[in-house]
């Protein structure tokens, strides 16, 4: 349930992240999306980290000690990250790079916890491929941030593959809730 949740806030996060950056959005409106997403994650990794016997792993009851810290992890780097894309959308504390930057560091993160959450499930599931396209969103962020920062059109193809990513993290957060797994 706890990496299910974090899904789905990822999700509709980085689906608005995409909005901002494929134009169909402006700044002063679009951090408030990202910020609550990743206000509502902090408060759910320290929650997870408070109270870890409460929380099941990805396969089950019983949680593996992988499976957890990976699902704190990305739980937690994704808190992170999204407060700082809220901050650079929003407030322009941040400039493009930078968000670029922090976007590889949240695409590498997020990877690791792909690999800890297969790892603890003993295969590649649902799960695992949620947080694994949560990872290459942090490599689109870090693609339009860093490596072509003033390529308006790049910029705006690479927001609306985000927007495509975003739904499809939020939908493989929400399908075991409905039975669809594999």
Known sequence: MFLELSL?????AAASLGFYLGGATEART???AIGTPALV???LAIFAAVNADRFTSTVGPNPGAKGQLAAWAFAAASAAFLALAASATGWGLLIDRTLGYYGFLYAAAAGLSAGGVAVDAGKFNIHALGILIAAIAGGLVFFAGAAMPRQMVIRRITGWLLVVSGLGIAFLGYAPSVNVSF
């Open 8 to 12: 789905i806030l990822v999700g509709i």
């Open 30 to 32: 679009t951090w408030v």
């Open 41 to 43: 994650l902090a408060g």
